[in-house]
T-cell receptor
Framework: GAVVSQHPSRVICKSGTSVKIECRSLDFQATTMFWYRQFPKKSLMLMATSNEGSKATYEQGVEKDKFLINHASLTLSTLTVTSAHPEDSSFYIC???????????FGSGTRLTVV | AQSVTQLDSQVPVFEEAPVELRCNYSSSVSVYLFWYVQYPNQGLQLLLKYLSGSTLVESINGFEAEFNKSQTSFHLRKPSVHISDTAEYFCAVSEGAQKLVFGQGTRLTINP
């Protein structure tokens, strides 16, 4: 079945630094990838939609300059949290959409802690 | 725009009892419906989905959900739950190959 690999699973960084999270589709080509943020005991909030080779579409209220998304190939999308602050601490989850699979496959998530 | 409402934030049940997790959606067009399960500190795993065809869909671990267009519902059911079913369950909807919109989630707790 479709598998999405997300790395790292956990990261702790200092305030003011940048962190990159990778999302790879291992056995299918993902035309579209999604990035979600999940607060403790809350639902998933869509941050942005990225299509291979084009700029990401950000949801209202999400700072595009702070959360940089790159989707350079059909198997890799990255989310970079720039100048991270403690309030950026959260669980970030990526999802890949494959037309062939007709479904959404989720990564295992990244727990970001900014200290 | 579509939206999803999960009416119960928490559902405690005893082991081997039946359970129903409720999900209602709103959309002006045809939708695809999904149930995902999330274990602590993990991503989401697809439990089952409705794309078209039979309105009753089943998962391999005993869960089932029925798409009811007139009531705009997609409730998840299991006739007999196990301790290992303890998790967070999310209902989601998409309009074609578009973004998924999630409900607020329901925490299912199974008590021995």
């Amino acid at each position: 079945g479709a598998v999405v690999s997300q790395h790292p699973s956990r990261v702790i960084c200092k305030s003011g630094t940048s962190v990159k999270i990778e999302c790879r589709s291992l056995d299918f080509q993902a035309t579209t990838m999604f990035w979600y943020r999940q607060f403790p005991k809350k639902s998933l909030m869509l941050m942005a939609t990225s299509n291979e080779g084009s700029k990401a579409t950000y949801e209202q209220g999400v700072e595009k300059d702070k959360f940089l998304i790159n989707h350079a190939s059909l198997t890799l999308s990255t989310l970079t949290v720039t100048s991270a602050h403690p309030e950026d601490s959260s669980f970030y989850i990526c999802s890949a959409l494959s037309e062939g699979a007709r479904g959404y496959t989720f990564g295992s998530g990244t727990r970001l802690t900014v200290v | 725009a579509q939206s999803v409402t999960q009416l119960d934030s928490q559902v405690p049940v005893f082991e081997e009892a039946p359970v129903e997790l409720r999900c209602n959606y709103s959309s002006s067009v045809s939708v695809y419906l999904f149930w995902y399960v999330q274990y602590p500190n993990q991503g989401l795993q697809l439990l089952l989905k409705y794309l078209s065809g039979s309105t009753l869909v089943e998962s391999i671990n005993g869960f089932e959900a029925e798409f009811n267009k007139s009531q705009t519902s997609f409730h998840l059911r299991k006739p007999s739950v196990h301790i290992s079913d303890t998790a967070e369950y999310f209902c989601a909807v998409s309009e074609g190959a578009q973004k998924l919109v999630f409900g607020q989630g329901t925490r299912l707790t199974i008590n021995p």
